[in-house]
């Protein structure tokens, strides 16, 4: 039986609402996309996750450490992307875009954010109140001409080779290890030691690797880095040291019974997961994709590691 006209208005009707549904959400889609990817949030959202893995390998109970380093990761990175934002724009033109529409409300959420976090350090003691501020100090320190002029040319962190990706490494190494800590008022142990040395190799890895993707902007800005110094090829090979270093590091700790093969299994598989995506250094265009992923390396590493301990 053949469709009434009326029908056939009401199906054309309703295919035409649909898509413009589909339409409207892919717009929306996509900006929240942008606003998580560019703002930070999802540093914050890993940073989170790294604390979760940090209390589960040195057996820490629930606290509030996650949350006040995940404002705290959003405050730094965001202020680091409103200071660079004019040397973004040749490297990553659609973040610098967001930065220079969103400017005045990234300040504002980036100062929020950190206030929240400080105001919660303090449950923790003075020595959570420290630690919560040691990465905006860091962070202040490397991106900024934090020395006055006295006639004497200071070079900021960030232009000093490997002292500026080791300096990144160090602050998130101290915060993801001691924060927790601080807060379940425990003391250190070697557990703690392996675990600040993983995440000093890890977050190393992770700052140096999406430098391969900014080589013009920090030749522009006289920063130095790796893929500037020992080229492409050179940086590929300097991370599969930092990776299997790190590797190394976790063999020994289940070898001398610091850290249980469960917690082994799942940092070893994230480590395995990172030196797949170092192997793409220079056999890639898409550095912005290889960057996020490896940051989420994390991400795996949180799910194994939390099945394993919940089995």
């Known amino acids: 039986m053949n469709e009434s006209p009326h029908q056939s208005v009401e199906t054309d009707g309703t295919a035409t609402w649909g898509e ?20 930070s949030a999802y540093l914050a959202v890993i940073a989170a996750v790294e604390l979760a893995i940090v209390m589960m390998l040195l057996g820490i109970q629930s606290n509030p ?20 934002v004019e040397t973004d724009e040749i490297s990553n033109p659609r973040q610098a875009a967001f930065i220079r529409r969103h400017r005045d409300i ?26 919560t501020l ?3 100090m860091f962070g202040v320190l490397y991106a900024s001409d934090w020395v006055p002029n006295v006639g004497v040319r200071f070079a900021r962190f960030k232009d000093v080779l490997v002292v ?5 490494a160090f602050a998130w190494a101290v915060t993801l290890t001691f924060l927790p800590l601080a807060f379940a008022g ?5 557990a703690t030691g392996i675990v ?32 500037l110094t020992l080229g ?10 930092v990776d299997l270093a790190s590797l190394g590091l976790v063999v020994y700790a289940v070898d001398a019974g610091v850290l249980p093969l469960s917690a082994a299994v799942a940092l070893g598989l994230g480590i395995l997961y990172s030196l797949s995506l170092v192997s793409r250094i220079g056999r890639t265009e898409d550095y912005e994709v290889l960057s996020l992923a490896s940051e989420c390396e994390y991400l795996l590493v949180g799910v194994v590691l939390g099945v394993l301990v919940f089995i």
């Open 186 to 190: 425990e003391s250190f142990t070697p």
């Open 20 to 39: 413009e549904v589909v339409e409207q959400m892919t717009v929306y889609g996509e900006r929240a996309g942008d606003a998580l990817l560019y703002s």
């Open 106 to 131: 990234l300040y504002l959420m980036a100062s929020v954010c950190y206030g929240l976090a400080v105001a919660l350090s303090v449950l923790g003691g003075p020595f959570a109140l420290a630690i």
């Open 232 to 241: 492409i090829r050179g940086t590929r090979y300097a991370l599969y040291g």
């Open 65 to 84: 450490a996650p949350v006040v380093v995940a404002f705290v990761t959003f405050s730094v990175y965001a202020y680091d992307r409103l200071v660079d």
């Open 164 to 168: 500026n990706t080791a300096v990144v």
């Open 196 to 227: 600040f040395c993983y995440f000093f190799l890890r977050s190393f890895v992770d700052t140096e690797l999406p430098n391969v993707g900014d080589v013009e902007s920090d030749r522009a800005s006289d920063v130095s880095t790796l893929p």
């Open 134 to 136: 040691l990465p905006g």
